[in-house]
């Protein structure tokens, strides 16, 4: 069995329509990462965007079967969708 945790933090943005839109995902190297990148990367910009929201999650599971526990949210900061517990 080979079991591994994934942290990520996935940035948001308001569309010009007024909806929140999650950019790329980037990947963190532990939860205490996860959190801070996820905490300062609100107000950052990217491109002619400024990203208003992010949520540092992780995601367990064993490589060798593919399967996957659901996402365990780490942090949310700034606006996010509603529905992130859901992700």
């Given at each position: 069995?080979?079991?591994?945790?994934?942290?990520?933090?996935?940035p948001?943005?308001?569309?010009?329509?007024?909806?929140?839109?999650?950019?790329?995902?980037?990947?963190?190297?532990?939860?205490?990462?996860?959190?801070?990148?996820?905490?300062?990367?609100?107000g950052?910009?990217?491109?002619?965007?400024?990203?208003?929201?992010?949520?540092?999650?992780?995601?367990?599971?064993?490589?060798?079967?593919?399967?996957?526990?659901?996402?365990?949210?780490?942090?949310?900061?700034?606006?996010?969708?509603?529905?992130?517990?859901?992700?």
């Open positions: 069995m080979s079991r591994i945790t994934y942290y990520v933090v996935i948001f943005i308001r569309t010009p329509e007024g909806e929140l839109l999650g950019l790329e995902a980037e990947e963190a190297p532990d939860v205490s990462k996860a959190k801070i990148h996820a905490f300062n990367m609100v950052d910009t990217r491109g002619e965007d400024t990203i208003v929201g992010a949520v540092a999650f992780s995601r367990s599971g064993d490589l060798g079967t593919g399967r996957f526990e659901d996402a365990l949210i780490l942090a949310r900061y700034g606006e996010t969708p509603e529905d992130v517990e859901g992700m």
